[in-house]
C-alpha cells in the first residue's frame, strides 16, 4: 500500500489555493494575463448548449453558484497534473471532435455514441449542484446534461448488469499528466446500477450554459453530486455495464482512503482528516482573507439525504465508505 499526498489536503495548510490565489495577485497586466490566461476567464467564448431548468426534485439548490472563473481555473483533472491551475493551464491539448463514447457490457443494445448523436439524446437540463471535494473545498455549479438514465434505459440492460463502470480518455500525446505514475491510467470510476440509474446522476456537457472547457471533463463527464468529487469522471470514453464491482482508479491508490461508495458523509473522516466541515471556493475573497472565511459545516449525502438516502437503507456507512 502506498500513500497518495493529495495536494490540497487539510493537513498541508496552507493549502495551494492561498498560495494560488496570492501568486496571482502578484502577478499584473499583460504578465498576468499571458502566465495565468485562464485565472481571469468569463464566460462567453464556448458555443452555447441551451438547456431548460431541471424538474428533478434536488437539482436546483438555492445557494449562489461559484463564479465562473473559478469553476474553470480551480480543477482536478490529474490527466493534465495535479495542480489545482494545471488543468486549464495544459487541458488546450484535449481534441474534443471526433469524440465517441462506447457503451458495453451487459446489454442487449451496445453501442458506439457519437458525441454530437449523444448530446441530442435526451433534452438538455440545467442542473445546479454542489460539488464537494474529497480534500474539503466545495463549490455550487450550474451544469447542462441529462440524466445517465436515460441514456442506460435505451441500452436494454440484462440481468447480470448490476454495475456500470465509466472510463475516462487516456492520452499521452493530449494530455501531460498520464505521462506521470500518480494514478494508474486509465482513470476509473462506477457506480452501482441504483445509483447510476438516480435521476440525479447527470451525463453532464456544459456548465453556465456553454459546453464543457476542457479542464472541466470535456466533451462529457459525470456529475453525482452527493458522492465525492472523484466520483465524477471527466472526458469519458466508455460506459461498461458489469457483474461485479468495479475497481476504481482511487480505489486502487489508496483502498482504506478512497472507498467505492465515496458518499459525501461529515461522519465518517477520512484517515488523514476530517470530513465535518469544507471550504466554499470563492468565499473570504483572495489571499489571506480566504485563510479566515468560515467553514461550513459539510451535510450528510452533501445535502442530498432527502432524494438519495434510501438508496443506502441498513448499509452500515462506516464500513461502506
Ligand atoms: N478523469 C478524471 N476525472 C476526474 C478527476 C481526474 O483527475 N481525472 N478528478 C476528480 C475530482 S478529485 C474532482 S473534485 C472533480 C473536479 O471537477 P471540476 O474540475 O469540474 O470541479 O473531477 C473529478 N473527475
Ligand atoms: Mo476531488
Not at 455514441?113 to 473545498?137: F, N, S, T
Not at 436494454?156 to 475516462?168: D, G
Not at 440509474?197 to 456529475?223: C, D, I, K, S
Request: net charge positive.
Amino acid at each position: 500500500m502506498h500513500l497518495i499526498q493529495r495536494p490540497d489536503e487539510p493537513a498541508s495548510e496552507i493549502t495551494p489555493r492561498e498560495v494560488y490565489e496570492s501568486r496571482r495577485r502578484l502577478l499584473t497586466g499583460a504578465a498576468a494575463l499571458a502566465l495565468m490566461p485562464q485565472a481571469f476567464a468569463q464566460s462567453g467564448k464556448l458555443p452555447k448548449l441551451p438547456a431548460v431548468k431541471s424538474a428533478v426534485p434536488g437539482a436546483q439548490t438555492m445557494e449562489k453558484p461559484t463564479s465562473y472563473s473559478d469553476v474553470t481555473s480551480y480543477n482536478n483533472f490529474y490527466e493534465f497534473g495535479t495542480d489545482k491551475a494545471d488543468p486549464a493551464e495544459n487541458a488546450h491539448t484535449l481534441r474534443t471532435r471526433p469524440w465517441t463514447v462506447s457503451v458495453e457490457g451487459e446489454c442487449a443494445k451496445p453501442g458506439k455514441y457519437d458525441i454530437d448523436a449523444l448530446l441530442k439524446l435526451a433534452p438538455m437540463e440545467e442542473r445546479i449542484y454542489r460539488l464537494r471535494c474529497v480534500e474539503g473545498w466545495s463549490m455550487v455549479i450550474p451544469w447542462e446534461g441529462y440524466s445517465l438514465a436515460e441514456l442506460i434505459k435505451r441500452a436494454e440492460l440484462n440481468s447480470r448488469a448490476k454495475y456500470v463502470e465509466f472510463t475516462s480518455l487516456a492520452d499521452k500525446s493530449q494530455m501531460p499528466g498520464v505521462r506521470a505514475n500518480v494514478l494508474d491510467w486509465p482513470y476509473i470510476e462506477g457506480l452501482r446500477m441504483d445509483e447510476a440509474m438516480h435521476p440525479l446522476t447527470l451525463l453532464t456537457f456544459g456548465l453556465y450554459g456553454e459546453v464543457l472547457p476542457n479542464q472541466n471533463g470535456a466533451p462529457v463527464r459525470l456529475t453525482v453530486p452527493w458522492k465525492y468529487g472523484f466520483k465524477s469522471a471527466k472526458s469519458i470514453v466508455k460506459i461498461r455495464f458489469v457483474e461485479k464491482q468495479p475497481m476504481s482508479s482511487w480505489t486502487k491508490a489508496a483502498q482504506q482512503e478512497y472507498g467505492f461508495f465515496s458518499n459525501v458523509n461529515p461522519n465518517v473522516d477520512h484517515p488523514r482528516w476530517s470530513q465535518a466541515t469544507e471550504r466554499r471556493i470563492g468565499e473570504g475573497g483572495g489571499g489571506l482573507s480566504a485563510l479566515f472565511a468560515k467553514r461550513r459545516a459539510t451535510l450528510m449525502f452533501n445535502g442530498y439525504e432527502p432524494q438519495v438516502g434510501q438508496l443506502y437503507a441498513g448499509m452500515d456507512l462506516k464500513k461502506n465508505y
